[in-house]
């Protein structure tokens, strides 16, 4: 089979700068700061493969189409472009990055549509040689063809559902769909598709079924028994709208603070780095006064000696020129030997050295006194600058604990925003039983429920080495041992199930899942997409004897590892979204985007507004 491999993402306006980002065929890691366009990255590449909707941004006001190049195994390259808001998705041939000046190759609906191929999610299949490959449906025995959104839920895995208490396997909180999720993954880990089997009655032939209403009244029982807030559906949005408002809030509010702590930690290395060079020329000062007062203990002594050497000649005579001290000749009647010529040029030697030393002594003490000066200048730039350092400190502090506070209001949020979620969930399955109840009156009975569990264990023990090797490799602590109930879908690492894990813990095994699903499948031959998009896998994981809080940043060797192995140990396409900075080691290998973070060159995933 054909797999595929996500080439750019290029978002396009008329009078702006394309927004867009470039993915390597190997691992692409895009982190920084929140709210920069990361997560809105994955959510533009599921909507390009047949997402319903892609929820607006401020930033991405004035961009009307979205480009997604696919290169194929095969050697085609291909090009997705489909308009905001848009129901229809057209494909061209070739690698398109500017707004197209030739008719599409093919125009489709986003939705899938079993007996139409006028749908990117046939064409896809189709390309991909998978198209027409069976799945259960649900426990009548129903069989459908193959949808391509199923196996974007296991590909792109967004951060909401990387963390969720939900299993991997399960793409959605509905139970009527768990019967095909399964079979979804029954066909990815053995190849084989569903048979067509014999079919239970359908709703209309099950009204004289009078067990089936008391069963949809129990299901109704132990589902309304799982509510845990006293409100009505109407009552839960307006919550969630208001509990959303206040999470943005909050979140804005920890974002600005976060700004203003890089700027002060930008300020405090500025500060750091010029008292280093302060303190720096002032040394250099303290030895060149050293020296020079060396040198002017050296001039000082040399001056003494030379007027020692004057006050003899003068005592004894030897600089007086005229009548000779010694014989009373006059100098015209002095002989050419007479020693007035040497004593004169002894004087005048002496007197030259004098004034040649004074000045070089003055030049001297002007000298000296500039560099003083200098290092008083110096010394009080030190004090300055130290108290400017400990004024910086002072700020941290403050802003530190401004963002402990926040931060915490932010995971009480998000934790009752899941409650929340949950809680319409469970209205909507209620709706849902109360209009089949509504429906039914009695049926004939059933034959037995078709199961879409029935994985081979060769397979599943496959699988179950794979990950548990994934895990070991990113040396998650633990013995890392990796089952996997077919009948519930749950995933238990070292007997332990997932859902009863931390947050930050089952993100990890989520992406382990994801990553070990799509490394296992390309070397076997089976079926998977080919590429793995991952938002948050590594970001609130700690170890246990690190911090007894739940939710927690990741320990760096947990992290230094995940991203080791993605690099060590190819798994075909991988696409990893973070707040965290990656390893040296990764940004040096692989294709990173840094946004809103130190020493990048972009703010985000859009241009600034005021650029063009």
């Known amino acids: 089979m054909n797999r595929l491999t996500l080439v750019h993402l290029t978002f396009l306006s008329v009078g702006k700068s394309p927004a867009a980002v470039e993915f390597s065929p190997g691992l692409t890691v895009i982190y920084g700061a929140s709210d920069t366009g990361k997560s809105y990255i994955e959510e533009s590449v599921d909507y390009m493969l047949g997402a319903s909707e892609l929820k607006p941004i401020p930033e991405d006001e004035g961009y009307s ?82 949808n391509f959104r199923d196996l974007a839920r296991l590909a792109i895995v967004n951060d909401t559902r990387m963390a969720d208490k939900r299993s991997p396997v399960l793409g959605s909180w509905m139970p009527q769909n768990e019967t095909k999720e399964k079979s979804v993954f029954k066909l990815l880990l053995s190849g084989q598709e569903e048979p067509v089997r014999p079919t239970a009655p359908s709703n209309l032939q099950k009204q004289v079924g009078k067990g089936k209403i008391d069963l949809i009244d129990q299901l109704l029982d132990e589902t309304r028994e ?43 290395r500025e500060l750091e780095a010029a008292d280093t060079d302060t303190q720096q020329r ?33 005592i004894l005579g030897y600089f007086q020129t005229g009548t000779c001290v010694f014989c009373g000749a006059e100098p015209q009647h002095q002989h050419p030997g007479h020693r007035l010529g040497e004593s004169t040029q002894l004087a005048a030697a002496v007197a030259a050295e004098t004034r ?15 560099l003083e000066g200098q290092a008083a200048g110096l010394h009080e730039d030190h004090t300055r600058h130290t108290e400017q350092l400990e004024g910086n400190d002072q700020e941290l502090r403050t802003l530190d604990q401004r963002l402990e506070p926040l931060n915490t209001d932010t995971a009480e949020l998000l934790e009752t925003r899941s409650r929340l979620e949950r809680e319409l969930a ?76 931390g947050r930050g813990m089952r993100s990890v095994i989520h992406a382990a899942f994801a990553v070990s699903l799509a490394r296992r499948n390309q070397a076997r031959g089976f079926i998977h997409p080919g590429f793995v998009v991952l938002d948050s896998p590594v970001l609130t994981y700690r ?23 993605l690099l060590g140990n190819p798994t075909g396409q991988v696409i990893v979204i973070e707040n965290g900075t990656p390893p040296k080691s990764v940004r040096d290998r692989a294709a990173v985007y840094a946004f809103s973070v130190d020493g990048s060159t972009r703010q985000g995933f859009f241009p600034p507004r005021d650029s063009s």
Do not use: C
Request: no cysteine; glycine share 4%.
């Open 543 to 565: 170890r246990p004897e690190d911090n007894k809080e739940e939710d927690e940043l990741l320990a760096y060797d947990v992290v230094k590892n995940f991203y080791s192995d």
């Open 282 to 314: 002032a040394s250099e000062v303290q030895q060149l006064l050293s020296r020079f007062d060396l040198l002017r203990q050296q001039y000082e002594s040399d001056l003494a000696r030379l007027q020692m050497v004057g006050e003899a000649g003068t």
């Open 356 to 370: 040649k030393t004074t000045e070089l002594h003055n030049d001297l003490l002007s000298t000296i006194e500039d």
């Open 226 to 268: 799982r509510l845990a807030v006293e409100a009505n559906q109407s009552q839960l949005r307006d919550q969630l709208a208001r509990l959303q408002a206040a999470l943005n809030d909050a979140t804005a509010a920890a974002g600005q603070a976060a700004a203003e702590r890089s700027a002060v930690v930008r300020r405090r």
């Open 426 to 501: 469970l209205h909507a399955q209620i709706d849902q039983l109360e209009d089949l109840k509504a429906s039914l009156s009695a049926a004939p009975p059933d034959p037995p429920a078709a199961k879409a569990d029935g994985i081979p264990a060769a397979d599943i023990a496959d699988f179950q080495q794979v990950m548990s090797q994934t895990l070991e490799a990113w040396q998650v602590p633990g013995d890392n041992r990796v089952t996997y109930d077919p009948a519930t879908a749950e995933l238990a690492v070292d007997g332990r199930p997932r859902k009863s894990r």
């Open 65 to 146: 189409r979205i480009l997604l190049g696919l290169r194929v195994d095969d050697g085609r390259v291909l090009t997705l472009s489909r308009a905001l808001g848009s129901d229809t998705i057209e494909v061209f041939s070739g690698d398109l990055r500017d707004f197209p000046t030739q008719p599409a190759e093919a125009t489709l609906k986003y939705k899938h549509h079993p007996k139409s191929k006028s749908n990117i999610s046939r064409y896809l299949l189709n390309v991909m040689g998978i198209d027409g490959r069976r799945i259960l449906q649900n426990s009548r025995g129903d069989v459908v063809p193959l």
